[in-house]
């Protein structure tokens, strides 16, 4: 079974300032999909970014843009110049190739401070 | 568009009584997802439909809970009987219909069992 490791509960950054989110994944397949969904307040889930395993080059969307080692099993999410919008709970999660079933990991707080 | 429509928005109830929560998909989407989101245990797949059928229901708990897509247009989640520890927030989800698509969430149904 698949598994998703957000190891940092809880992040906080002033605004404007540049912020990474961790994220890890264990699989023994070699072509899949990973993904970093926002839960603001609002509880409402939206898809931030996304990226298929066989492409080299990493995902941007705007200011938001991913690391992904495949080697490593490493999608982590990079926030450049965040706004107090940002502020949400993160959600990491992969999905096999032919398979749309996601599997979240447990999520990172993050809060934009002025 | 009006999105993910999801009812009710919040529903209260005593244990041992019957729930039934609501989605109507985006038109056009042929997958349809429920989620379960709770403290304890993040967010999990409960199961998924393609083409109104069941592909994956492995997520469901046990025999309490059963889900139906009679049509394209709708789909329900039951759960009878209820118990304290269903309360959590319950998503519904659609998508295009392919493992790398967006899915889109509803605004979800926050469940309390009494």
């Known amino acids: 079974a698949q598994t998703v490791t957000q190891s940092q509960p809880e992040m906080s950054v002033q605004e404007a300032e540049t912020v990474t989110l961790s994220c890890t994944y264990d699989?023994?397949?070699?072509?899949?999909?990973l993904f970093w969904y926002k839960q603001p307040p609002s509880r409402q889930m939206i898809l931030v970014i996304r990226?298929?395993?066989?492409?080299?080059q990493n995902a941007t969307e705007n200011r938001f843009s991913v690391n992904f080692q495949k080697a490593a099993k490493s999608f982590s999410l990079k926030i450049s110049d965040s706004q107090l919008g940002d502020t949400a709970m993160y959600f990491c999660a992969f999905s096999n190739f032919g398979n749309e079933k996601l599997t979240f990991g447990t999520g990172t707080r993050l809060t934009i401070i002025p | 568009d009006a999105g993910v429509i999801q009812s009710p928005r919040h529903e209260v109830t005593e244990m041992g009584q019957e729930v039934t929560l609501r989605c109507k998909p985006i038109s056009g989407h042929n997958s349809l997802f429920w989620y379960r989101q709770t403290m304890m245990r993040g967010l999990e797949l409960l199961i998924y439909?393609?083409?109104?059928?069941?592909?994956?229901d492995s997520g469901m708990p046990e025999d309490r809970f059963s889900a139906k897509m009679p049509n394209a247009s709708f789909s329900t989640l039951k759960i009878q009987p209820s118990e304290p520890r269903d309360s959590a927030v319950y998503f519904c989800?659609?998508?295009?219909?392919?493992?790398?698509?967006?899915?889109?969430f509803g605004p979800g149904t926050r469940l309390t069992v009494l």
């Open positions: 699989t023994s397949e070699s072509n899949y999909y």
């Open positions: 439909f393609n083409n109104n059928v069941p592909i994956d």
């Open positions: 989800a659609s998508s295009f219909g392919t493992q790398s698509d967006e899915q889109f």
């Open positions: 990226q298929e395993a066989y492409k080299q």
